[in-house]
């Protein structure tokens, strides 16, 4: 067999479909794992102990077992409880929580980063609690652990080829359908390869650009 | 809902065979994925750039590159150039493949933080730069790395669950097969969601009991404060990569 170019160009605006999809998923969990994760960050700082304990076990199965066991629970164990969803979303689910356990201890370091004077002397103002969090504390956690985020969001876009596995046509799926019809695997999936490096590339070179963007508020 | 013991114990045999083969896999990845990937951080880090930018091109591509695509294009290429391997070899190669650039990530911080001027005292009692770097970095840099290595052997395993996606028969592959055979994913997915978290959890528990051993060790040794915190800086930024 000889590798056929043709092939590549043939698969790739079918490709860019899937990875518009991609994308798409990736945001929207990557958003709502932010959210969680920042839920989850405040009410572990309130230290109520049985609460915390849920949390740690959370991010202790989150964290030890695959990825891919917790797509298959969300799309085929769910139902068995009488959750039942479409794959777009029992996908968007598990990467959701996925990643939110791992931007919670992300964001405990940036938590960190924010000097503990500041909660006393935000207090001392009168300011609330929900004040305080929203407009001192957080943005500068946010802003401390950009490096970290973002990287995080390169795992993200990373696991979403799983989705695949339970039948969300994203760019993996896509070519899968596509190399399953014309018998040319190498080649469509070197045209998904190259997606997938320059979305997580550009990316990761992002963190660069949005550092040095909030640097100068840090100061 | 409620969980067949039946199933349980009917299959749970099966899963314990995909177990093993999890175990067999994930030791084969390793024991070529460290060699590969200290052969990387030290193409990485040498002067000369036609071993450095191959290394450079290498690590940035796999590290921007999903692990399942990997294994994907492992599968179908090889076959292309005529090499036909069973699917547990090849999924052996593509872990290997993937984790070295982990591993050389963790080895360039650990070769990094052994100082230089032990480097330059072995130069000049005529070691090579070979030498120097097996008898007097890498005997020093094991105590470092070892915890981010284990860390990554973690997620060695959990990676191990894509293999699934080209037939082989491991952990994960075992399950979907109990699935099939028995149309109740909720026990099939239970055991080996259990099996997954003992493995992972027991594997944590033993780096960070090895993790305080080697800090009283290591705090014996006479490094200064400012080593310490860019070692830490730079392994922390290994263990963000990866999850």
């Given at each position: 067999m000889k590798f056929d170019f043709s092939y590549t160009i043939d698969a790739f605006p079918w490709l860019l479909d899937g990875a518009l999809i991609t994308i798409q998923v990736a945001f929207l969990s990557f958003g709502l794992s932010l959210i969680l994760a920042t839920v989850l960050t405040v009410v572990r700082s309130l230290e109520i102990k049985p609460i915390n304990a849920v949390i740690a076990?959370?991010?202790?199965?989150?964290?030890?077992?695959?990825?891919?066991?917790?797509?298959?629970l969300a799309y085929y164990v769910l139902p068995v409880v009488g959750i039942d969803l479409q794959a777009f979303t029992a996908g968007i689910l598990a990467v959701t929580l996925n990643s939110a356990?791992?931007?919670?201890?992300?964001?405990?370091?940036?938590?960190?980063?924010?000097?503990r004077g500041q909660f006393e002397?935000?207090?001392s103002m009168g300011l609330k609690p929900s004040t305080i969090w929203l407009k001192v504390v957080?943005?500068?956690?946010?802003?401390?652990?950009i490096p970290p985020l973002v990287n995080e969001f390169t795992l993200v876009v990373k696991t979403t080829p799983l989705l695949a596995m339970i039948t969300v046509v994203e760019l993996?799926?896509?070519?899968?359908?596509?190399?399953?019809?014309?018998?040319?695997?190498?080649?469509?999936?070197?045209?998904?390869?190259?997606?997938?490096?320059?979305?997580?590339?550009?990316?990761?070179?992002?963190?660069?650009?949005?550092?040095?963007?909030f640097a100068v508020r840090r100061a | 809902m409620d969980l067949d013991i039946g199933i349980v114990i009917e299959y749970g045999p099966l899963i314990l065979k995909g177990f093993r083969l999890t175990l067999i896999i994930v030791f084969f990845a390793i024991l070529l994925g460290i060699p590969l990937g200290i052969l990387m951080a030290v193409g990485r880090m040498s002067s000369k750039p036609y071993f450095r930018g191959p290394a450079v091109a290498v690590l940035e591509i796999f590290r921007n590159t999903p692990f399942m695509i990997q294994v994907f294009l492992l599968y179908y290429v090889l076959p292309?150039?005529?090499?036909?391997?069973?699917?547990?070899?090849?999924?052996?190669?593509?872990?290997?493949?993937?984790?070295?650039?982990?591993?050389?990530?963790?080895?360039?911080?650990?070769?990094?933080?052994?100082?230089?001027?032990?480097?330059?005292?072995?130069?000049?009692i005529g070691m090579s730069h070979v030498q120097a770097l097996r008898n007097v970095v890498f005997p020093q840099m094991w105590p470092i790395v070892l915890p981010p290595v284990a860390n990554q052997t973690m997620s060695l395993v959990k990676e191990s669950s894509i293999l699934a996606t080209i037939t082989v028969s491991e952990m994960t592959m075992s399950a979907l097969i109990v699935q099939g055979i028995t149309f109740r994913p909720f026990e099939a997915f239970i055991m080996i969601t259990i099996?997954?978290?003992?493995?992972?959890?027991?594997?944590?528990?033993?780096?960070?009991?090895?993790?305080?051993?080697?800090?009283?060790?290591h705090s014996r040794q006479a490094t200064t404060k400012a080593q310490d915190a860019a070692m830490a800086e730079s392994l922390e930024a290994v263990r963000r990569m990866t999850r």
């Open positions: 076990v959370y991010i202790s199965f989150i964290r030890s077992t695959p990825v891919l066991i917790q797509i298959f356990a791992f931007t919670t201890e992300i964001l405990r370091g940036g938590l960190a980063a924010v000097p002397a935000a207090h957080l943005p500068q956690a946010y802003i401390a652990s993996m799926r896509r070519a899968q359908q596509i190399f399953s019809a014309n018998y040319h695997p190498v080649e469509v999936l070197i045209g998904a390869f190259t997606i997938y490096f320059f979305i997580c590339f550009v990316v990761s070179r992002a963190s660069v650009v949005l550092e040095h963007r | 292309f150039y005529g090499l036909r391997m069973p699917a547990e070899v090849v999924g052996v190669l593509a872990l290997a493949l993937y984790s070295s650039v982990y591993y050389a990530e963790i080895m360039r911080a650990g070769i990094a933080a052994v100082p230089r001027g032990q480097v330059e005292s072995a130069r000049a099996l997954y978290w003992v493995l992972n959890e027991s594997i944590a528990f033993s780096v960070r009991r090895l993790e305080k051993r080697l800090q009283r060790r």
